[in-house]
């Protein structure tokens, strides 16, 4: 379970770029290259190690005409999927 | 809309030329999460029992050069001086290479000593019947690079512009296969420095203009060459974008052909148009954009992405190229029609 105050970090195993709003992830160590949407790549570019989960969620609400409990669902799964791919710390 | 990862088909690269095998995999996939594999990267692959492993010590040890001839290469931007060569070698390089010898050059970007490695082998293939994907070896040593595959080993020094080189043979496949595929790791790495890049797609030159054709082995990147007799082929497997002035250019080098011979030409011209290629009953084409195009690319960048800054470096440059010159996905079928398409961008 994540924990709200929790503060994800990109991998310093990663190199990115964001490019028309969407965030291409290099993961040398793993041979990937992933390709963010443009919510994902929302909060990965916040994930700078400043912010909490919470944090997260909240920029997401901001952004999007979304519920905050919809928010917190997909940004807590999100998150755990970058962490199953070695992309967060 | 859901927050996820937006994955493009998966697909592994081996180019034919590094006498690899290529297995493309194309997926449906559902749901959030969505992953390239750079196909590029041998990264997580097992060693091999008996593989040779260089370590300082054994270029600290290297003592005979094949000779003391040298040969300077001009591959785009780049000058790299081959030294320790035997006449004869220097013979044969010079005719291979002949469009891409230069004169001596007083400042080149790197100055490459061969020598005899004194040993058979350093990677060995696999004999157990499982895939073996074109390795290539890397580890930092202090302010040095140290690489290795099959037939050579190489203990480099970016920041003083030089390189020792062992190779296993003096002459013969295994000497080409070596030294050609070390410069193709190294023109991938230091023209990365100069905003360029080697990207595995093929270069045809149509009224001046470059277009360029990516994609996994057996997506037609040679195919398309070979429907092109009137056009110059600058390269079916590997061609090499160079910055020139404020554009992006294409320019041929001296390797990476897998069927055509070395063009004849070391000249650049501006790209047209980049097309990712997809063989099919009909031609059509579609602009390729955002992170998709930049994570195709990406994904079809040789040697470069194995390390976090170069993947960077890389990153950075394919991001401007998107800015600069379109791309596209192009359905094509075996007859030259598609070119009616491709040409679309010049007119």
């Given at each position: 379970m994540i924990d709200l105050l929790a503060i994800p970090r990109r991998s310093p195993n990663s190199a990115y770029r964001t490019y028309d709003g969407q965030a291409t992830i290099v993961l040398p160590d793993r041979a990937e290259v992933n390709v963010l949407n443009p919510i994902g790549s929302i909060v990965w570019d916040r994930m700078?190690?400043?912010?909490?989960v919470a944090q997260l969620i909240e920029a997401v609400v901001e952004e999007y005409e979304i519920s905050p409990e919809q928010a917190r669902r997909d940004v807590l799964e999100f998150i755990e999927t970058l962490r199953q791919h070695g992309m967060v710390s | 809309m859901k927050i996820g990862l937006d994955r493009p088909p998966r697909s592994r690269y081996i180019s034919r030329v590094l006498k690899a095998i290529c297995a493309i995999q194309n997926q449906a996939q559902k749901g959030a999460v969505r992953i390239v594999l750079s196909t590029e990267l041998t990264a997580n692959q097992t060693s091999v029992r008996g593989d040779v492993v260089p370590d300082d010590l054994f270029f600290s040890r290297l003592?005979?050069?094949?000779?003391t001839s040298s040969v300077v290469l001009r591959i785009g931007p780049l000058e790299m001086c081959l030294e320790g060569l035997s006449r004869r070698q220097a013979e044969d390089l010079g005719r291979k290479f002949r469009p891409f010898v230069a004169d001596?050059?007083?400042?080149?970007?790197v100055r490459i000593a061969l020598y005899r490695?004194?040993?058979?082998?350093?990677l060995r293939a696999r004999c157990d019947g499982s895939l073996e994907m074109y390795r290539l070896e890397s580890r930092r040593s202090g302010k040095h690079l140290l690489l290795w595959s099959y037939e050579f080993a190489s203990r480099l020094d970016p920041s003083e512009g030089r390189a020792v080189l062992a190779l296993v043979e003096e002459r013969g496949e295994r000497f080409d296969r070596g030294l050609e595929n070390f410069l193709r790791v190294l023109t991938a790495s230091y023209i990365l420095e100069r905003d360029g890049l080697l990207l595995h797609a093929s270069g045809v030159v149509r009224n001046g203009a470059a277009h360029l054709f990516f994609g996994p082995?057996?997506?037609?990147k040679t195919t398309v060459t070979r429907l092109s007799p009137e056009d110059l082929v600058l390269s079916d497997d590997l061609s090499l974008v160079v910055r020139n002035g404020n554009r992006f250019e294409a320019a041929g080098i001296p390797f990476g052909m897998a069927h055509h011979r070395t063009p004849d030409t070391r000249e650049s011209f501006p790209i047209a148009s980049i097309n990712s290629l997809l063989q099919s009953v009909e031609v059509r084409r579609e602009p390729l954009r955002g992170g998709r195009a930049l994570a195709e690319i990406v994904a079809s960048l040789p040697f470069v992405m194995q390390e976090t800054g170069q993947a960077g470096r890389a990153l950075e440059v394919v991001g401007r190229l998107l800015e600069e010159v379109p791309v596209y996905r192009l359905w094509f079928r075996e007859e030259p029609s598609f070119w009616a398409l491709v040409e679309e961008t010049t007119r």
């Open positions: 700078d190690g400043t912010r909490t | 003592r005979e050069p094949f000779g001596a050059a007083a400042r080149p970007d490695a004194g040993v058979e082998h350093f082995s057996g997506r037609g």
